[in-house]
């Protein structure tokens, strides 16, 4: 049987998410300077920046805070794009797309500024390691490492395969590249941490407040079931939930449904011996698997993807299968929390930062790279908000299409396109 991914699946993060205070539903009528919608990492920075500016912010959460992909990820802290920087320099040229990979190194330093300014506990550890599964996979690393080098000037170390095995135990891995600077986190305790930063700053927070619509030109109207924020400017930070917010948003994005599971602890001992040095890791498939250890010692293992926005299988199993074909000695272990969540892709997988109106902001299409970009996102729509918009323009450049086949066929098509893809990283 088919579901919908809910708060209530079995998450890992939730069952070690720290102890926050609600927030109340809205009801009746707020006057705001601003109103950000949805309470992830975009929608809380966004509201933090502001607040810190002297706004009055009104943030409306849907459901709870950390609900979404902000709350289920695999917490990677990594600079750049999904898109990978080809797109960029494509339609903006090489000086623009150094300029955004500059922004998406400073996404990072911005998170490990924010985690320290704000007492934020959220297991941050140091260190990514990319890896290639296949001989051509690890050709096209090389090449990365040389371009990011040659071009961007960020340096990265280069694993041969035999170098590996003191990195991670496993035989799968043909090379590697690490990066020191890119860090892992807690994805839902470091969201929540920042809500509350904006709390303490002023932000009036509500959760449980779906947004119906918005209506007014130089006064909008941001209605709710049982409320009304009335504000000279909004930030829709919905990313996969936008819906019926804005149709033209949400044919430029494609909600990807992506699943993780976490084992039983392992024991220090062991995970350690899995995975040494505690980074987190990815490889470089278009269907990619990632892991990383866990602050109690497990194992939390992601992989699988639907492009339905459904699951019609057994997770747990199916996630399991692809960790024991990385350490085939995990075989015996159980897993003992199994959820997905929903994510938003762009057709290009480049971030989608801009404007509906003169006073609707919008922040989107992260592709699977949030965990630090969604946070500089908010600083920078409140420098734009503020007067200063060079940076946020420079996103909001970005060219995106919609999803070709409309409404009902846009879904297959891109799964045809998918199958073509994991024949691809066969090779």
């Known amino acids: 049987m088919s579901s919908k991914f809910s708060a209530a699946d079995h998450n890992y993060y939730q069952a070690t998410a720290h102890s926050t205070p609600t927030h109340p539903v809205l009801h009746g009528d707020v006057m705001a300077d601003v109103c950000v919608t949805g309470g992830g990492i975009s929608g809380c ?72 300014e704000h007492h934020i506990d959220c297991d941050l550890q140091d260190g990514h390691l990319d890896v290639a599964v296949t001989p051509r996979r690890a050709i096209e690393l090389r090449q990365y490492q040389q371009e990011l080098l040659d071009r961007y000037a960020y340096p990265m170390q280069w694993l041969e395969r035999t170098e590996l095995r003191a990195w991670l135990s496993t035989d799968r891995y043909q090379a590697g590249l690490y990066d020191p600077q890119a ?3 807690h994805p839902l305790n470091y969201t929540l941490g920042l809500a509350e930063a904006a709390s303490r700053a002023g932000v009036a927070i509500y959760e ?36 019926s917010l804005s149709r033209p948003l949400a044919q430029r994005i494609m909600p990807v449904g992506t699943y993780i599971v976490a084992t039983e602890p392992l024991g220090e001992e062991r995970i350690t011996a899995l995975i040494p040095h505690n980074v987190s890791v990815a490889d470089t498939n278009f269907i990619l698997d990632y892991f990383r250890r866990s602050a109690d010692h497990r194992l939390l293992f992601g992989g699988r993807v639907s492009y339905s926005g459904r699951d019609f299988g057994d997770t747990a199993a199916a996630t399991r299968k692809r960790m024991v074909q ?102």
């Open 45 to 116: 920075s966004t509201a933090l920046h502001l607040a810190q500016r002297g706004y009055r912010v009104a943030l409306l959460e849907a459901q709870h805070i950390g609900f979404g992909a902000s709350g289920r990820s695999g917490g990677q802290l990594l600079p750049g794009y999904s898109s990978g920087q080809g797109p960029l320099e494509a339609q903006l040229g090489k000086h623009v797309a150094k300029q955004l990979w500059d922004l998406s190194v400073e996404a990072v330093q911005l998170t490990r500024q924010l985690i320290a």
């Open 183 to 185: 860090p892992h986190a």
């Open 208 to 243: 449980h407040s779906p947004v119906l619509d918005i209506h007014g030109q130089s006064t909008l109207s941001i209605r709710t079931a049982q409320g009304r924020v009335s504000a000279k400017q909004v930030v829709l930070c919905c990313n996969a939930y936008v819906g």
């Open 326 to 427: 990385v350490f085939p000695q995990l075989s015996d272990t159980h897993i003992e929390y199994s959820w997905g969540g929903m994510l938003d892709i762009t057709l290009n997988r480049a971030p989608d930062f801009g404007r509906t109106q003169n006073n609707i902001y919008y922040l989107q299409g992260f592709s699977g790279h949030g965990m630090a970009l969604a946070g500089f996102a908010g600083k920078l729509v409140a420098e734009t908000i503020a007067g200063q918009s060079e940076r946020f323009d420079l996103y909001a450049r970005l060219q995106h299409r919609p999803f070709p086949g409309g409404r009902w066929l846009r879904t297959p098509a891109l799964v045809l396109a998918m199958l073509w893809y994991r024949l691809r990283d066969l090779v």
